[in-house]
Each structure stands twice: as C-alpha cells, then as structure tokens.
C-alpha cells in the first residue's frame, strides 16, 4: 500500500521523477539529492512501509539482493574503491524520511565520507547483560 503524505512513495512509483539507476516490480533504486559521495544511491520498495521492522520479509530479502547487483554495477562504473551499506531506523539513528530505505555510499581512498563510527571500550559484564537481554527478547 502506498500512503499518499509519503514522498517516497511517490518517488518510487514514478509520481515524482528522479534519477533512476534501476527499477524491477518491487523497487527502485534513484540517486540521492545530497549524496555523502559521487553516486550515493538509495534503494526504494514501492510498497510503503516506515522501517526495517514493519518491512515484509521477502521485501527486506528484495532489498539485500538489488545492493548485491545494482552495489556491483557501482563498483564497476563509478571505479570506487567500497561500497557501505547504511540503513537508519527512527530519528535517533538518523532516519529522516520514514519510508524504509537502504544507502548505497560508494567510497573512494581518502573521501571523508562521514558514515564511520568512533569506537568505545566495551566493558565485560555488561556486554553479558546486554547479550543476554537480547537474546531473552528473541526467545
Ligand atoms: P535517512 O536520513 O536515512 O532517512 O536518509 C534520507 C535520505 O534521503 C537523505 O540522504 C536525503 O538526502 C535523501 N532525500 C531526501 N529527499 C530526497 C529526494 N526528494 N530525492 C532524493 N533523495 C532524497
Ligand atoms: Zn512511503
């Protein structure tokens, strides 16, 4: 289903025009309008969902092979050097449109691309908390 507020769903079933690098029945994948780098991509289901975890699964299965093909066709064309793969769910991890999508960064030496992390000490007992919490959720 589309929802009729969200600009993504427009983009993605062709109400809105943008620059599409590939489309299929289920997706389309256009560029972003203010790219992280030369030829930063993102992945669009045609059918509305806000995040990861209202997605269908066969859509998130959808989504993991169009990067694996339209991710290669990058690195061949655009000569990067890396590809990320980014996908933020709620405003807290950055989302800000709230129609499921996946980042495809192309990465090149040196580019600064901002998509790294600072990493932190991690203390033992509470990684056994933490890794236990979650795996009672999952039981
Ligand atoms: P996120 O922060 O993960 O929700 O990413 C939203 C992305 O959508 C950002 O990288 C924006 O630059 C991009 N974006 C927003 N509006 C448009 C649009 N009309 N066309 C293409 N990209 C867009
Ligand atoms: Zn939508």
Redesign the pocket.
């Known amino acids: 289903m589309k929802d009729q507020n969200c ?2 769903c427009k ?1 993605a079933n062709g109400e ?1 025009p ?1 620059n599409t690098v590939y489309e299929d029945e289920n997706f389309r994948v ?7 780098s030369k030829g ?1 991509a ?1 992945i669009l289901p045609k059918e509305h969902a806000e995040n990861l975890f209202t997605l269908p699964e066969e859509t998130a299965q959808g989504a993991i092979l169009v990067a694996k093909k339209v991710g290669a066709a990058m690195m061949e064309a655009l000569s990067c050097t890396g590809l990320n793969l ?3 769910n709620g405003a807290s991890a ?5 129609h499921f ?1 996946l ?1 495809l960064i192309p990465r090149y030496d040196g580019d600064g691309a901002m998509v790294q992390w600072e990493p932190h000490s991690s203390d033992p007992a509470e990684q056994e908390q933490i890794a236990e919490k979650i795996r009672e959720a999952l039981a």
């Open positions: 600009i993504f983009i809105i943008s256009i560029l972003d309008l203010s790219p992280a930063h993102l980014v996908q933020n950055g989302q800000t449109v709230m999508h980042h």
